[in-house]
C-alpha cells in the first residue's frame, strides 16, 4: 500500500520518472535513495527540455562539429575565436553571426551545429530559410495575425535565417522582414547565412536605404566570417567513383 501512494504522489508532483518499482535495496540510507531519484527526475526533465526545444527549433538535419573543418576555408574576423563561437559567448551577449560566403562550404552546417549546441545549453532557438519565414510574415500579414506571428519569438534567444539572398523578395515582404529583425535588434543573437556580399544585398531587399539600415542593425556587434573555398558537395560528388 506505501509503495502504491508513493507512485500516487509522485504522479500528482509530476515526477514521472520514479522507477515504478521503488525499493532503498543498494542505498545505505533512505536519504541516498531519495536523492537517486530525485537526482533522476532532475536529468530526465532536463532530457525532455533539450528534445523540446529541438523540436521546437526545427533543424532541417542534426549537425555536429565533430571533424568539422575550421582552417582552410574560414577567415575569422579579429578578435572573434572559434573557441568564442563554441562557447556561445556571443548569444549571451545577443550579438550576431553573419557567415557570408560561396555555396557549399560550410556555412549553413556551422549554423546548425551551433544552433543544437545552444539547444542543449537550454537556449530557445528558430531555423528559419529566409525565403521560407518572409512568405510566412507575408501570409500572415494578408490575414491579419502578424503580430501574434511575432509572439512566437518572444522567448526565443537565438535565430538562424538561412540563405539570405537566394530568392528576390517583393517589397512588402523585404519590408516587412526589415520590421521584424528590427524588432530582434539587441534583444536576441541572429545567425545569417548569405551567398552574397553586403553589397550585394540590394539585389534581395530592392530598396537600397531599407538594405543600409538592415545590415547596420545586423553587423552592429556581429561576428562576420568569411567562407570561401570549392562547394564540399561538389568536391564529394566528383569524388565519387563512376
Do not use: C, P
Given at each position: 500500500m506505501e509503495t502504491d501512494r508513493l507512485e500516487e504522489v509522485c504522479k500528482q508532483l509530476r515526477l514521472s520518472h520514479i522507477p515504478r518499482v521503488i525499493g532503498?535495496?543498494?542505498?545505505?540510507?533512505k536519504e541516498d535513495w531519495l536523492l537517486f531519484l530525485l537526482e533522476n527526475e532532475l536529468k530526465c526533465r532536463e532530457e525532455l527540455k533539450t528534445a523540446r526545444l529541438f523540436k521546437q527549433a526545427k533543424f532541417p538535419v542534426r549537425r555536429t562539429l565533430d571533424n568539422y573543418d575550421w582552417h582552410d576555408h574560414i577567415t575569422l574576423p579579429n578578435p572573434t575565436t572559434k573557441e568564442e563561437l563554441i562557447s556561445l559567448s556571443f548569444i549571451r551577449q545577443k550579438e550576431n553571426a553573419v557567415f557570408v560566403g560561396t555555396p557549399?562550404?560550410?556555412k549553413t552546417h556551422l549554423a546548425c551545429a551551433l544552433g543544437q549546441m545552444a539547444t542543449h545549453a537550454g537556449v530557445e532557438t528558430r531555423f528559419w530559410r529566409v525565403s521560407e519565414l518572409v512568405g510566412e510574415l507575408e501570409r500572415q500579414w494578408k490575414n491579419n495575425t502578424l503580430e501574434i506571428f511575432k509572439h512566437r519569438f518572444d522567448k526565443v534567444k537565438l535565430v538562424i535565417l538561412d540563405e539570405m539572398g537566394y530568392v528576390p523578395f517583393t517589397k512588402e515582404g523585404a519590408e516587412l522582414l526589415f520590421q521584424l529583425i528590427s524588432d530582434w535588434y539587441e534583444t536576441k543573437s541572429?545567425?545569417?547565412?548569405?551567398?552574397?556580399?553586403?553589397?550585394?544585398w540590394n539585389k534581395v531587399f530592392i530598396d537600397t536605404r531599407l538594405t543600409a539600415a538592415l545590415v547596420d542593425r545586423l553587423i552592429h556587434h556581429a561576428h562576420i566570417l568569411s567562407f570561401t573555398g570549392e562547394s564540399f558537395r561538389l568536391k564529394n560528388a566528383l569524388s565519387r567513383p563512376k
Open positions: 532503498t535495496e543498494g542505498f545505505e540510507t557549399g562550404t560550410g541572429i545567425i545569417i547565412t548569405s551567398n552574397l556580399e553586403f553589397s550585394q
